[in-house]
């Protein structure tokens, strides 16, 4: 028979030995998944002998972490702006770099209709609808099974969005105040060079965004005007070394006050611009 300290302690050489980068945090977050306790039980109780079916449950999943599947396919979900999300393998994991794209957004979305584009797990336009009284909200993925995901999302929070299977803009008409996106901006060469846990195991069409990571800003800024009322605003998540790169799109597809926003490591990570 085994107790919590116990498997927490082998949870931990295990997952170090498979070089898995947080593995402390990683450990505890499944202990928590499978037992349901916080860290006061751990504290209290870390000596109590625990049922050996959920022992060999925490056993499976933490082999499965150290093969680096991701934890957030294990436990099924993923904190984004402070809410939880559900997350599969065909949704790209919410991370908090995306955080920085929702909070520039809140800034002017109050009563306004929002369209966002690759919505996946619509954890950017769910946390927009619950964070902000919107008077649309859409979101748009060429992935139905990402769509799925989105939708229970969104019934999750308890908030009213319209989603919708495109690619891109080809199935969408009407204009809107605010299009937000944080597309697939990866160069296909920098794929391979990507961890595990996300080369192996989140959706590629997520990730790659052509030749030189751009394809998706192009295609997207091309279409975007005519889908913006004026006075209409865009957002886009860019990759840290891609703000010239995105402000000149924009600048180019006839966007003015176009602008760069850093996160808090002080990169570049959101680019904005407004049609006149």
Known sequence: MSNYKGLLQAARIILKEHEIADADV????????????????????????????EALRYRELVDLRASHIP??????????MGLEFDVTEDVLIPRQD?????????????NRTILDMCTGSGCIIVSLAKLAHLKK???????AKALVIAGKNAQKHQVEIEYIQSDLFDHIESQYD?????????????????????????????????????????????????HLLCGGHIFYEIGYNQGEAVKQILIQGG??????????????????????
């Not at 934890?71 to 984004?80: A, P, R, Y």
């Not at 680019?271 to 006149?276: D, I, M, N, T």
């Open 26 to 53: 990683d450990a505890w977050y499944l202990l928590a998944h499978v037992f349901g306790i916080n860290r006061t039980d751990l504290f209290l109780h870390g000596e109590e002998l625990v049922a050996e079916v």
């Open 178 to 226: 605010i299009i937000v996106s944080n597309p697939p901006y990866i160069p296909s060469k920098d794929i391979e060079s990507l961890m595990p846990e996300v080369k192996n195991h989140e959706p590629a069409a997520a990730l790659d965004g052509s030749a030189d990571g751009l394809l998706f800003y192009r295609r997207i800024t091309a279409a975007a005007m005519q």
């Open 255 to 276: 966007f003015m006050e176009v602008g760069i926003k850093k996160d808090l490591s002080g990169l570049d990570r959101v680019a904005f611009g407004k049609k006149s």
């Open 98 to 110: 995306t955080e920085t794209l929702v909070e520039e957004v809140l800034k002017v979305c109050d």
């Open 137 to 143: 909200a859409v979101g748009v993925d060429i992935s």
């Open 71 to 80: 934890l957030q396919h294990l436990t099924g979900t993923q904190e984004f």
